[in-house]
């Protein structure tokens, strides 16, 4: 699986927008960008994936570059609940896959 | 409804002693796992289970045992508890092997060896 670089640490104010980015320059055409993040003290929890084109749902919305070497994961309006460490991970399509967690960065939305 | 539910939530207890940690799904996932995340706050994938089978082992120390009586369960048995085993313990579970669709995690397992 391709190797992820995130900032380690970002703040952002509440009601902003919160923009997380994160590097996969050796990412594989078969393999998929996830977002997990994990609030203190709770287990990880799931947020958006994507290939190629960007995605949205009710949690977040995923930008990806065209050659696919980079993403960003947008919070529209960032509140209190939002502060947690945020994972970038790239999974392959099919077969076995495992979630390898990285550092994350660690996003703190302050009032 | 809990979709990952873990027992105990906080388990402390002596070295040497064995410990068990229990995990049950009812979202209908064939795989399951357990993470180790220590006091760096690093998470750890140790065992991954599908269908009641053992899939990975990530060369973690056969103290720790898992056993899955079925496709919704998955204990997780540490025998002769060490002070490097203080951490907490997720379990978690995803439709599938590929995880495409997500994992679910459950709310962890604080463990303290004293």
């Known amino acids: 699986d391709a190797k992820t670089t995130q900032p380690t640490s970002m703040d952002c104010a509440e009601g902003r927008a919160a923009n997380l980015p994160c590097n996969h320059s050796?990412?594989?055409?078969?393999?998929?960008v996830y977002w997990y993040r994990q609030i203190h003290s709770q287990g990880p929890q799931y947020i958006i994936h994507?290939?190629?084109n960007n995605e949205t749902n009710e949690m977040a919305s995923l930008i990806i570059t065209e050659d696919r070497k980079s993403s960003t994961l947008i919070l529209p309006h960032a509140t209190l609940r939002d502060t947690a460490v945020y994972y970038c991970?790239?999974?392959?399509?099919?077969?076995?896959?495992?979630?390898?967690f990285g550092a994350g960065t660690r996003l703190a939305v302050h009032p | 409804d809990t979709a990952v539910s873990q027992t105990p939530k906080y388990l402390v207890t002596q070295m040497g002693n064995d410990k068990s940690i229990k995990c049950e799904q009812n979202?209908?996932?064939?795989?399951m796992y357990w993470y180790k995340q220590d006091s760096k706050k690093f998470l750890k994938i140790m065992f991954s289970?599908?269908?009641?089978?053992?899939?990975i082992n990530e060369t973690v120390p056969n103290r720790f045992s898992p056993k899955s009586p079925d496709k919704a369960h998955l204990n997780l048995h540490i025998n002769s508890l060490e002070l490097g085993d203080s951490a907490v313990y997720f379990c978690?579970?995803?439709?599938?092997?590929?995880?495409?669709?997500?994992?679910?995690f459950g709310s962890g397992t604080r463990l303290t060896v004293v």
């Open positions: 289970y599908n269908n009641k089978e053992l899939i």
């Open positions: 994507g290939l190629k």
């Open positions: 979202l209908g996932h064939d795989t």
């Open positions: 978690a579970s995803s439709q599938d092997l590929g995880g495409g669709y997500g994992y679910t």
């Open positions: 991970i790239v999974l392959f399509s099919g077969g076995y896959n495992k979630l390898i």
């Open positions: 050796t990412i594989s055409g078969n393999e998929y």
